[in-house]
C-alpha cells in the first residue's frame, strides 16, 4: 500500500484498490504526484466514483497542488465534465483561484470546454473576475480562439471592456490572435471597436500589426476608422509597413490613407518599411508613388534609416526605386556615411554596388573612411579601401583617417591602415602627425604596433589576401549591381501593375462598376462583414 499504488489506482479509475486502501488506512491527505492528493488526480482522470468515495471519507475538496490548483480548477483545465459536475455538487469553491489567479471557468474558456463553461456559469461562477495578468474568461476564449466559449460567455452579459495589465480588451486580444469570429462574436454584443491599449493601440492597429487580414476587413466593415494613430503617431498603413503585410497596405491605401503620413518621428510609411528590413513592401510603397525623399525629424531618409540599421536588401529596393544615393542628414551624412558608422558591411557594400560616392563629405568634410575609422570598424576599413577610398583623404583640419583611429584609441584599425599603407607622418593643421598621437596615447607600445603593422604588411601572404581583396572586391561590385537590376526590375513591375490596376478603377468608376480591382477596397465601405471576414 504505496502512495504509488495509490496514485495508480486514482488514474485508472480503480475504485475497488482505491476503497480497499483507504480502509487499510492510507492518509487520504498524502500527496501522491507535485503535492496532488488523491482527489486531485481522480478529478484530472475524470472518475467522479473515486471523488465521491473520497469525499466520503473526508477528502479535502480544496486541497492544492504545487501550483496551487484545486480538483475543480484540474479538472476544469482537462475537460473533465462529470468530475467538475460532482466536485460542485459537493461543495467546492466555484470561484477558487490558483497561483496565477485563474478560475475553473478561465481555464474551461480558455480550452474551448464549451459545456463546462455553460454549467459553471449555471452554478454562479463569477465571469467578471481577472487573472493575475488582468485577464477575464472571455479574455482566455480571445486568445484561445475559442467562440464557443465565447458565446456562452456573452449569453450571460459578461463585461466587454474589462482591460488586462496591458490595457487590453477581449477585442483588442482577438485581433492580436487572429480570431475572427470571437471578435465577431464581441462585435455583435457591442465591444468598442475603438478602444485603446496602454499604447493607445485600436483593435485594427493590432490586427494590422499581426497581419490578421480576415480580423482587419471584419473591423472595417463595422465601421472602424481607418485614419486612427497610436500613441506614436504611426496610422493603421504605417502599422502594415512596419511588419511588412502589404496586402493589409493595399486595403488602407484603397481606402484613402496619406502614403506619405508622418508619425511622431516625422518618418512615413516607407520609412518605417525600409528600416524594418521589408523590401517588398519597399518596393510596393514606392510602386504607389510614396515620396522617396522625405526626411524625418533628424533629416534621414529612407535610404539613411535602412543604412543605419543594415537594411541592405531596403537599401537595394530603394536604390532601384530611384532614391538619391546621396541624400543628407542634418550634419550631411550620406547613407554611405552612416552604414560606415554604424560598421554595417553588407550596407556599405550594397551602397557601394549601388554606386554611392565613397569620397562623399560631411559638415566636417569627414569621409566614410574617416568615419569607420573614428569607430574602429575594420571590416568596413577595408571593404571601403578594396573600393578605392582615398587612404590619405583628411578633414577641414587636415585630419586622416589614420590619426583619427590613432585619437580614438582605436588600434585595431590603426595597424588595418598603416598595412594599407597610411602614412603616420602627414601632418595636421596644427602640425601634428598620427605618430605624434601614437606616442602621446600608447609611449613605447606606439613603435612595437608601428613596427609589427608594417612587418605584417611586407609578408608575401599579406600581400597576396590583396591581390585577392581586389578581386573580391570587383565581384562584390558585380554582384551588388546585378541584385540592383533586379530590384530595379522589379521595381519596374509593381509600378506598371500599379498603373494598370489604377487605370482599371478609373475605367470602372466612369462605367459605373463598384468595387476595386483586388476587392480589397469594399472592406470598409459598409458592406456585409460576412462577405469580408
Known amino acids: 500500500m504505496s502512495v504509488s499504488d495509490m496514485f495508480e489506482a486514482c488514474v485508472a479509475g480503480d475504485l475497488p484498490s482505491v476503497r480497499r486502501m483507504l480502509d487499510d488506512g492510507f492518509d487520504i491527505e498524502t500527496p501522491l504526484k507535485s503535492k496532488a492528493t488523491a482527489i486531485i488526480i481522480a478529478a484530472a482522470n475524470d472518475h467522479s466514483n473515486i471523488i465521491s468515495l473520497l469525499m466520503d471519507k473526508g477528502a479535502d475538496i480544496e486541497a492544492r497542488d504545487h501550483e496551487e490548483d484545486t480538483a475543480l480548477t484540474v479538472a476544469a483545465r482537462f475537460g473533465k465534465e462529470a468530475a467538475v459536475?460532482?466536485?460542485?455538487?459537493?461543495?467546492?469553491?466555484?470561484?477558487?483561484?490558483?497561483?496565477?489567479?485563474?478560475?475553473?471557468?478561465?481555464?474551461?474558456?480558455?480550452?474551448?470546454?464549451?459545456?463546462?463553461?455553460?454549467?459553471?456559469?449555471?452554478?454562479?461562477?463569477?465571469?467578471?473576475?481577472?487573472?493575475?495578468?488582468?485577464?477575464?474568461?472571455?479574455?482566455?476564449?480571445?486568445?484561445?480562439?475559442?467562440?464557443?466559449?465565447?458565446?456562452?460567455?456573452?449569453?450571460?452579459?459578461?463585461?466587454?471592456?474589462?482591460?488586462?495589465?496591458?490595457?487590453?480588451?477581449?477585442?483588442?486580444?482577438?485581433?492580436?490572435?487572429g480570431a475572427t469570429e470571437v471578435a465577431r462574436l464581441v462585435l455583435d454584443h457591442g465591444a468598442d471597436m475603438e478602444s485603446r491599449s496602454r499604447s493607445l493601440l485600436t483593435p485594427l492597429m493590432t490586427?494590422?500589426?499581426?497581419?490578421?487580414?480576415?480580423?482587419?476587413?471584419?473591423?472595417?466593415?463595422?465601421?472602424?476608422?481607418?485614419?486612427?494613430?497610436?500613441?506614436?503617431?504611426?496610422?493603421?498603413?504605417?502599422l502594415a509597413a512596419r511588419f511588412g503585410f502589404i496586402e493589409i497596405a493595399k486595403i488602407f491605401l484603397e481606402l484613402g490613407a496619406d502614403i506619405n503620413q508622418t508619425n511622431k518621428k516625422g518618418a512615413t510609411p516607407l520609412m518605417v518599411a525600409a528600416a524594418t528590413e521589408h523590401p517588398d513592401m519597399v518596393t510596393f510603397l514606392a510602386s504607389r508613388g510614396a515620396d522617396l525623399e522625405s526626411a524625418d525629424v533628424d533629416e534621414e531618409?529612407?535610404?539613411?534609416?535602412?543604412?543605419?540599421?543594415?537594411?541592405?536588401?531596403?537599401?537595394?529596393?530603394?536604390?532601384?526605386?530611384?532614391?538619391?544615393?546621396?541624400?543628407?542628414?542634418?550634419?550631411?551624412?550620406?547613407?554611405?556615411?552612416?552604414?560606415?558608422?554604424?560598421?554595417?558591411?553588407?550596407?556599405v557594400a550594397a551602397l557601394l554596388g549601388c554606386g554611392a560616392n565613397i569620397e562623399a563629405k560631411d559638415q566636417d568634410a569627414d569621409t566614410p573612411l574617416t568615419i569607420a575609422s573614428r569607430y574602429g570598424h575594420v571590416a568596413v576599413i577595408d571593404l571601403l579601401l578594396d573600393n578605392g577610398a582615398d587612404l590619405e583623404a583628411h578633414d577641414k583640419n587636415g585630419v586622416t583617417s589614420v590619426t583619427v583611429a590613432a585619437l580614438r584609441g582605436e588600434i585595431q584599425a590603426v595597424e588595418a591602415l598603416?598595412?594599407?599603407?597610411?602614412?603616420?607622418?602627414?601632418?595636421?593643421?596644427?602640425?601634428?602627425?598620427?605618430?605624434?598621437?601614437?606616442?602621446?596615447?600608447?609611449?613605447?607600445?606606439?613603435?612595437?604596433?608601428?613596427?609589427?603593422?608594417?612587418?605584417?604588411?611586407?609578408?608575401?601572404?599579406?600581400?597576396?589576401?590583396?591581390?585577392?581583396?581586389?578581386?573580391?572586391?570587383?565581384?562584390?561590385?558585380?554582384?551588388?549591381?546585378?541584385?540592383?537590376?533586379?530590384?530595379?526590375?522589379?521595381?519596374?513591375?509593381?509600378?506598371?501593375?500599379a498603373s494598370v490596376l489604377a487605370r482599371l478603377a478609373r475605367l470602372e468608376a466612369a462605367a459605373g462598376v463598384e468595387g476595386t480591382p483586388s476587392g480589397a477596397g469594399a472592406a470598409g465601405a459598409g458592406c456585409d462583414d460576412n462577405n469580408n471576414a
Request: overall charge neutral; some cysteine; glycine content about 8%.
Open 418 to 497: 598603416i598595412m594599407r599603407g597610411a602614412d603616420l607622418e602627414a601632418p595636421n593643421r596644427l602640425g601634428r602627425t598620427a605618430s605624434d598621437v601614437l606616442r602621446e596615447k600608447l609611449g613605447e607600445d606606439a613603435v612595437n604596433i608601428v613596427a609589427d603593422a608594417r612587418e605584417r604588411a611586407s609578408k608575401p601572404e599579406f600581400i597576396a589576401l590583396q591581390t585577392v581583396r581586389a578581386s573580391a572586391a570587383v565581384r562584390i561590385t558585380q554582384v551588388e549591381q546585378q541584385l540592383l537590376r533586379e530590384s530595379r526590375a522589379r521595381s519596374a513591375t509593381e509600378k506598371t501593375l
Open 301 to 347: 531618409t529612407a535610404l539613411s534609416l535602412a543604412a543605419r540599421f543594415g537594411k541592405h536588401a531596403a537599401v537595394r529596393a530603394l536604390a532601384a526605386a530611384g532614391a538619391n544615393l546621396e541624400c543628407r542628414d542634418k550634419i550631411k551624412m550620406t547613407p554611405l556615411h552612416i552604414a560606415s558608422a554604424k560598421g554595417e558591411v553588407a550596407s
Open 85 to 177: 459536475r460532482v466536485l460542485i455538487e459537493r461543495g467546492a469553491f466555484i470561484n477558487v483561484r490558483d497561483n496565477a489567479g485563474a478560475t475553473a471557468l478561465m481555464y474551461a474558456a480558455g480550452r474551448g470546454h464549451d459545456s463546462i463553461v455553460s454549467f459553471l456559469l449555471e452554478r454562479g461562477a463569477d465571469a467578471a473576475l481577472c487573472d493575475a495578468d488582468g485577464d477575464s474568461a472571455l479574455m482566455y476564449t480571445a486568445l484561445k480562439d475559442q467562440p464557443g466559449a465565447a458565446a456562452a460567455l456573452l449569453a450571460r452579459g459578461v463585461p466587454l471592456e474589462t482591460q488586462n495589465g496591458k490595457g487590453l480588451s477581449a477585442l483588442n486580444l482577438a485581433a492580436m490572435v
Open 207 to 238: 490586427a494590422a500589426i499581426k497581419g490578421h487580414i480576415d480580423v482587419v476587413k471584419l473591423l472595417l466593415a463595422r465601421g472602424a476608422d481607418a485614419f486612427a494613430v497610436d500613441d506614436d503617431g504611426d496610422s493603421p498603413l504605417c
